[in-house]
C-alpha cells in the first residue's frame, strides 16, 4: 500500500503498531519531556523508556458500543461499506427505540460519568502487571482512554478505591493518566493527589500525527 491509499480513509481494523500507543506517546512525550525522553512502542508493558526506568501501559475504557459505532460511522462516510442501509441499520439497533444515526450525524449513546469502567481495566492491568514475562520498571504508569468528566473530587475518590485495588498486589501502578476529549487527569497514586490538565490546544494535531506514525508504519517494507 502507498501513503495515498489512506488518504480520508479510517484506519484499518489491524495495523502494526497501534493508534493509541502512537497517540498517548505523543501526549506524554508532549506535556512531560522532562519526565517522559523517548518511549519505544513494544508489549508488556506497551510503551517503554528504558532510559528513565519508565514504563506505561495504555488501555481504552470507553462504551464498546460507541466505539463500535464510531467506527463503522467513520466507514460509512469514506465509503468502505458494502451496504450502507445495512450498516446504517445497525448502528440505529444499537441502542434500542432511540436512532444513534440521523441525518448523517452519528449521535452518541447516553452514559455515566463514572470510574466504573476505568476501575475494571485497572484491576485487568494490575494483574497483568505482576505477571511473569511483563517487564517492570522502577515507574509503572497506566495510561487510560475514556470519556468521563470528572470533577476534583472524583479524581481523589478514583485515587483511593485506585489504591485500594492494588493493596494486595506487590507490584504498584504509581501513575494513572485518564485521556478525554480536551483533558487530561493525572492521578498520582503515591502522593494520593489528582490534577487536571487541558491538552485541547494540541490534542488534534498530535491525533493527526498519531496517525501519520501508523500509516509510515503500514507503508513501509
Do not use: W
Not at 46 to 70: H, S
Not at 71 to 82: D, H, P, T, W
Not at 89 to 95: D, F, L, Q, R, V
Amino acid at each position: 500500500m502507498e501513503y495515498k491509499d489512506f488518504a480520508n480513509k479510517p484506519l484499518p481494523d489491524h495495523t502494526k503498531v497501534d493508534y493509541y500507543e502512537c497517540l498517548a506517546k505523543l501526549i506524554l512525550e508532549k506535556m512531560f519531556p522532562n519526565e517522559f525522553e523517548n518511549l519505544e512502542i513494544l508489549d508488556k508493558p506497551d510503551l517503554q523508556d528504558d532510559k528513565n526506568g519508565i514504563g506505561v501501559e495504555v488501555t481504552i475504557a470507553r462504551n464498546k458500543v460507541q466505539e463500535e459505532n464510531e467506527s463503522l460511522y467513520a466507514k460509512i462516510e469514506s465509503g468502505q461499506v458494502r451496504n450502507r442501509d445495512k450498516a446504517i441499520e445497525k448502528i440505529n439497533n444499537s441502542y434500542k427505540p432511540y436512532a444513534m444515526y440521523v441525518d448523517g450525524i452519528l449521535v452518541g449513546i447516553p452514559d455515566n460519568d463514572d470510574f466504573e469502567r476505568i476501575f475494571k481495566s485497572f484491576s485487568e492491568k494490575i494483574k497483568k502487571l505482576n505477571d511473569d514475562g511483563y517487564k517492570k520498571y522502577m515507574e509503572n504508569y497506566l495510561f487510560v482512554y475514556s470519556d468521563i468528566l470528572a470533577n476534583q473530587q472524583m479524581l481523589n475518590q478514583a485515587i483511593s478505591e485506585m489504591n485500594n485495588i492494588q493493596t494486595k498486589h506487590k507490584i504498584r501502578f504509581q501513575k494513572v493518566f485518564v485521556c478525554v476529549p480536551q483533558y487530561i487527569y493525572i492521578l498520582n497514586l503515591e502522593s494520593k493527589k489528582g490534577e487536571s490538565m487541558d491538552i485541547k490546544s494540541f490534542q488534534i494535531g498530535l491525533a493527526e500525527r498519531a496517525r501519520n506514525m501508523v500509516i509510515q508504519c503500514e507503508v513501509s517494507k
